[in-house]
């Protein structure tokens, strides 16, 4: 279970450390790095390196919410998929957010920026692009082509982003996503890949107001919630959850 599970079937909650200059990444950096972790969750038992190099740190993935952490050359992710509370993804970010800088070397100098990441995903086997144009382009210009005579809608992903300061430093963008390709569309055969709608903050740094990480987290987190509980939600979820119910 998660705080959206009644509008959607999985949700995510990411924290991303973006750099400018590669991280450390040497065995016993890594290492120190995550089992300073472990001892605040020390159901994150799984370690392996991928294909990419990126190096995670995650539980065993058959239970319905999971975390993970992850170490890429430019960038520190921390992800918790269903969190029972959101404060429990908060607690779980926060400590990746102060042991960075520590474990990392990480310092403000290196630091593009700081995203907080959602994602509301349903899972729909049809086009995703059709049902989200049906969901969301009604009472738009666009809504007299999805009358069309045969016509299909192959490409339906709307988004947008904005700026929240006056320097532009703090942004919003929020989008809804399709995994429908075109073959898929041509044979009518679809997979059980998600639907989502993504909402990112993200703080560039150098000349924000915040003194630490976690800091800046806490205002995006408050700038996210606001967004979702009075727009996201009852304008992009919800009509979304109700299209996808009715086929």
Same mark, same amino acid.
């Given at each position: ?10 949700f995510g909650v990411y924290a991303h450390l973006n750099t400018k200059i590669d991280l450390p990444l040497h065995s016993e ?7 300073? !972790? ?32 992850? !170490? ?12 029972? !509370? ?11 957010? $102060?042991?960075?800088? %520590?474990?990392?070397?990480? #310092? #403000? ?7 907080? *990441? %959602? ?14 144009a049906e969901a969301l382009g009604q009472s738009s210009p666009f809504d007299g082509l999805l009358n069309l005579d045969g016509?299909?809608?192959?490409? %339906? $992903? ?51 107001? *915040? ?21 996201v939600i009852p304008q992009v979820v919800t009509p979304l959850a109700q299209r996808i119910a009715a086929r």
């Open positions: 279970m998660n705080p959206y599970s009644a509008i959607c079937d999985d950096t890594i290492l120190h790095f995550f089992e300073a !972790l472990q001892k605040g969750f020390p159901q994150l038992t799984e370690l392996q390196k991928k294909e990419t190099g990126e190096y995670v740190l995650e539980e065993e993935r058959e239970a319905e919410n999971f975390r993970w952490i992850a !170490l890429e050359s430019k960038r520190v992710s921390t992800c918790y998929m269903n969190p029972p !509370l959101l404060e429990d993804a908060d607690n779980q970010h926060a400590r990746v957010l $102060e042991n960075a800088p %520590y474990h990392l070397d990480l #310092s #403000s100098l290196n630091l593009e920026s700081l995203d907080l *990441f %959602y994602t509301f995903d349903f899972i729909y086997p049809g086009n995703h692009d059709q049902v989200i016509a299909r809608v192959v490409g %339906y $992903e709307p988004s947008i982003l904005l700026a929240l300061d006056d320097k532009c430093r703090l942004q919003a963008r929020i989008g809804v996503e399709s995994r429908s390709s075109l073959a898929q569309i041509q044979s009518g055969q679809f997979t059980e890949s998600p639907l989502s709608v993504n909402v990112l903050i993200r703080q560039f740094w150098g000349k924000q107001p *915040f003194k630490s990480f976690v800091e800046s987290y806490h205002n995006q987190r408050r700038i996210s919630q606001e967004l979702i509980e009075s727009f």
